[in-house]
């Protein structure tokens, strides 16, 4: 839980910064999942999540948790934390922090990982919008790669935005099993898929929210996931409502 408290601090510490600023923007959000996916792996099956975001002049952190229906399955904390700097009309650069947990996993299984890195988003006129982000795992010793391609649809007789994002990424990890006794095991697969968001306003501050995402990896081994999957496509998907503050 040390590295938990520790990020703690840092989001806080982000907070602080940012409380100097006018007009900071949140959000918390509680629904139901069919599953989690990250990197592309299914990692707890359905269950309650609730989410909680901050951002305010480039910073932006969120807090995260999916409890699963079954109690003997993993719960899944996720922690991050990034600011962006703008770099004229259509560029856009950034540093991230992440901090993800894995309570109740399987003996031998990953139980928590932390990631730092930095991205740059490339959005020209037309909507299209482009991202590259590269993140070093200091638990797995792993190099993650991954370009996303993302637009917002407007959709006039809703009222509402479909936001539809595409990616492709890479794992390569110099521990893939920290937590397993003998020498480390060295181990890399790759992921891709796409997501679509659906938020809905049924009032001033309060939203109803669709969402679902489809990923497949290649060559992940079956350890990467705590349920013990092999490499196939997953979707999840999630209904729920969100509070704006």
Do not use: C, K
């Not at 007009?23 to 609730?50: K, N």
């Not at 901050?54 to 904390?77: K, T």
């Amino acid at each position: 839980m040390h590295g938990v408290r520790g990020f703690l601090i840092f989001l806080v510490g982000t907070a602080t910064l940012s409380a100097w600023d006018d007009e900071p923007r949140g959000a918390i959000e509680v629904g139901y999942a069919t599953g989690v996916l990250r990197d592309g792996v299914e990692r707890a099956r359905a269950g309650v999540y609730s989410r909680a975001d901050f951002a305010q002049n480039g910073w932006r952190g969120a807090l995260a948790l999916h409890e699963p229906f079954r109690g003997a399955e993993p719960r899944i904390v996720q922690l991050s934390a990034a600011h962006e700097w703008r770099v004229g009309e259509e560029f856009s650069i950034g540093v991230t922090a992440e901090h993800f947990r894995q309570e109740q996993a399987p003996l031998n299984s990953l139980r928590h990982a932390t990631r730092v890195g930095a991205l740059v988003q490339w959005q020209p006129l037309g909507g299209w919008a482009t991202e590259l982000s590269y993140q070093r795992d200091l638990r797995l010793r792993a190099n993650v790669s991954e370009i996303r391609l993302a637009r917002s649809f407007a959709l006039t007789r809703l009222g509402a935005f479909l936001e539809w994002n595409a990616f492709a990424g890479w794992l390569d990890a110099a521990d893939a099993r920290p937590a397993a006794p003998g020498v480390a095991i060295r181990d890399s697969f790759g992921y891709a898929g796409m997501a679509a968001r659906l938020p809905y306003r049924v009032g001033e501050r309060t939203l109803i929210v669709v969402a679902a995402e489809l990923a497949t990896t290649t060559g992940q081994a079956t350890f990467w996931s705590p349920l013990g999957h092999r490499p196939h496509t997953r979707a999840t998907v999630q209904f729920a409502i969100t509070f704006e503050l």
